[in-house]
């Protein structure tokens, strides 16, 4: 049965979490991040169809949640086009990221997804959160730490973290990075590939103690403007080790 619900509360937000058949895939946030300390936040929970998500079960958070840590807040593919109508329609569209993660409510979604096979992306400062991030992906929601530049990705993996990275839009590749490989998202090499077919039930994104980083090519209608905005991130990489840009 497809279903769309929006709450004002992660009290809510976590009870309808655990009405979610046991076993099931679970992406949270393809929009939004953690929520943040002392901000109105609304969710939106859904498993209607969506894109390169597939069936599983989503959710949306508004942009109160997002950081100020994150570095494309300005140009965010979430900002513009038909998400965006939904995005702001959650609530206040706050012109400059939070402050603070609020992770006592981080911790209490984690436990209310121990059921599920869950996941989510967060550009909260993973230093600063790491005990929390861990924690969390100890009770079985597995947050993966969000960067734009290949010295940071693997910083944060080296330190116990899953990791994602955004990548050059031509990069098809698998990468050596530092000794941690980095393996490009399957559903961003074959069209009609969503987390629903990711790997025999367990999405890449899920493990969280995978040994390898996943890789993200700047994809969509904002893919230019990212990619201007890391370029300079993976020009210092590629001159640091002698290597050049991919064709």
């Given amino acids: ?13 976590c009870l309808a979490l655990l009405q979610i058949p046991a076993g099931s895939l679970f992406r949270h946030n393809d929009a939004g991040d953690l929520p943040a300390l002392g901000r109105p936040q609304r969710w939106l ?7 390169k998500t597939g069936k599983s079960y989503r959710s949306r958070t508004s942009r109160g949640s997002c950081p ?3 570095l494309i807040y300005p ?8 998400i965006s109508w939904h995005w702001k329609a959650l609530g206040k569209w706050f012109k400059r990221g939070a402050k603070a993660m609020d992770w006592r409510a981080v911790l209490e979604m984690a436990k209310a997804t121990s059921h599920l096979v869950s996941w989510t992306y967060t550009h909260w400062d993973w230093r600063r959160y790491r ?7 100890a009770l079985g929601m597995t947050i993966n730490v969000s960067t734009e530049d290949p010295t940071e990705a693997v910083k944060a993996f080296r330190a116990g973290l899953p990791v994602t990275l955004v990548a050059p839009p ?16 399957p559903a961003l090499l074959q069209e009609g590939f969503t987390c629903d077919d990711c790997g025999n039930g367990s999405p890449l994104c899920a493990r969280a103690d995978r040994h390898f980083i996943v890789v ?10 990212v990619w201007s905005l ?4 993976w020009e210092r990489w590629w001159s640091s080790r002698g290597e050049q840009p991919p064709c």
């Fill in 68 to 70: 100020a840590d994150c």
């Fill in 131 to 137: 005990k929390t991030l861990l924690r969390a992906n």
């Fill in 216 to 225: 993200f090519p700047a994809h969509g209608g904002r893919a230019n403007k």
């Fill in 45 to 51: 929970l859904t498993n209607r169809e969506q894109g």
């Fill in 1 to 13: 049965m497809r279903f769309s619900t929006h709450v004002a509360s992660v009290e809510d937000f």
């Fill in 230 to 233: 890391i370029k300079p991130l």
């Fill in 170 to 185: 031509t990069q098809r590749r698998p990468l050596d990075l530092d000794g941690v490989p980095g393996y490009i998202c």
């Fill in 75 to 82: 140009i965010c593919y979430a900002s513009v086009g038909p």
